[in-house]
């Protein structure tokens, strides 16, 4: 059973930085399209950012310039570095491993909490 682990979450400052990791185990990691997701309460699960297996990138526009994402394929773990945090970033942080070719083919993670408060 393939499984997402999220980790790095927690409480920071206005300005602040959070890493968030997402090991992934029983999938071939280097197939999927990395994916960073966040829910606000109320608030629907946008995409916040995406790295293909081979390290293209993209970005929701309110996050540009501020968080990164990343992969290490061999060790089959997602980054989202996150920098210059404001309050509105506040969220459940998920990642999510979509097949390269199969887009039906996809897991979720646990999520993990992300709080920007002074």
């Known amino acids: 059973q393939v499984q997402l682990v999220e980790s790095g979450g927690g409480l920071a400052q206005p300005g602040g930085s959070l890493r968030l990791s997402c090991a992934a185990s029983?999938?071939?990691?280097?197939?999927?399209?990395l994916g960073w997701y966040r829910q606000a309460p109320g608030k629907e699960r946008d995409l916040v950012a995406d790295?293909?297996?081979?390290?293209?990138?993209s970005y929701a526009d309110s996050v540009k310039g501020r968080f990164t994402i990343s992969r290490d394929n061999a060790e089959n773990t997602g980054y989202l570095q996150m920098n210059n945090l404001k309050p509105e970033d506040t969220a459940v942080y998920y990642c999510?491993?979509?097949?390269?070719?199969?887009?039906?083919?996809?897991?979720w993670g646990q999520g993990t909490q992300v709080t920007v408060s002074s």
């Open positions: 999510k491993l979509r097949h390269t070719y199969y887009s039906s083919i996809y897991y």
């Open positions: 790295i293909t297996s081979g390290g293209s990138t």
């Open positions: 029983r999938v071939t990691f280097s197939n999927y399209v």
